[in-house]
Structure formats: structure tokens, C-alpha cells
């Protein structure tokens, strides 16, 4: 089964550091690009980031920018999203997905989510006091 796996969510507060895992199984991560995306209850889900096939590109929402750091190790087949100086507004569950693109090819981080072929079911990141 061709899956994709979130782990690393918790709860911080305001200020702190957290970093996301996207672990895949059952195909190679190293033939797709991967966008992480965030979603509050009630609220439609947003790109986040995301990062080429071959890791030689990567995207920023404008609300991340200069926190939040897009990486792949595909070796280990597995996209990091390392989260810093996190906000409440932060809050939100996150989500990994995969999009077919074995060939350069740029991503942006608002790429609509129909574009992704695979998702992962998502990790909670709580930012409080």
C-alpha cells in the first residue's frame, strides 16, 4: 500500500521549535515533489511549503517565510518541515503530500491540492501558553 506518514506534531508555546516528518512507503519519494499543507477546523486547508523532486527548489506560503525550513533526505525517503518561532496562529493540522514529477520541474507552495497524488493523514501542532 502506498502511503505517507506525519509524525513530529505536539504542543509548543509561543516562540519554540518543532520539526515534521513525511515518511513514505510503498514508492519512491525521490520521484515527486512534496507540499506540506495546514488545516484549521472550519477553515479551508493551505499550501504550506514545498519542495522539488530533487530538492533543488523550494517554496514558501508568505505567512512562513524565514520560519519555517523545507528538507529531503531521500536516501531515507522522507521530507522534513522544520518549524521555528512558532505562533499561535501556527495551529493547525499539518498534512504531507506527493505529486508525480520525475523530471526538474519547479513547485510553489500554492499549488492546488488536486495536483498531489498522495496524502498523509495529518499531525497536530498546538502553539500555546
Known amino acids: 500500500q502506498l502511503q505517507l506518514v506525519e509524525s513530529g506534531g505536539g504542543l509548543v508555546q509561543p516562540g519554540g521549535s518543532l520539526r515534521l516528518s513525511c515518511a513514505a512507503s510503498?514508492?519512491?519519494?525521490?520521484?515527486?515533489?512534496v507540499g506540506w499543507f495546514r488545516q484549521v477546523p472550519g477553515k479551508e486547508r493551505e499550501g504550506v511549503s514545498c519542495?522539488?523532486?530533487?530538492?533543488?527548489?523550494?517554496n514558501y506560503a508568505d505567512s512562513v517565510k524565514g520560519r519555517f525550513t523545507i528538507s529531503r533526505d531521500n536516501v531515507r525517503n522522507t521530507v522534513y518541515l522544520q518549524l521555528n518561532s512558532l505562533k499561535p496562529e501556527d495551529t493547525a493540522v499539518y498534512y504531507c503530500?506527493?505529486?508525480?514529477?520525475?523530471?526538474?520541474?519547479?513547485?510553489?507552495?500554492?499549488?492546488?491540492?488536486?495536483?498531489?497524488?498522495?496524502w498523509g493523514q495529518g499531525t497536530q501542532v498546538t502553539v500555546s501558553s
Open positions: 510503498g514508492f519512491s519519494m525521490d520521484d515527486y515533489a
Open positions: 503530500a506527493a505529486d508525480y514529477k520525475p523530471y526538474p520541474a519547479l513547485c510553489s507552495a500554492l499549488t492546488p491540492e488536486d495536483e498531489y497524488d498522495y
Open positions: 519542495i522539488t523532486s530533487g530538492g533543488g527548489w523550494t
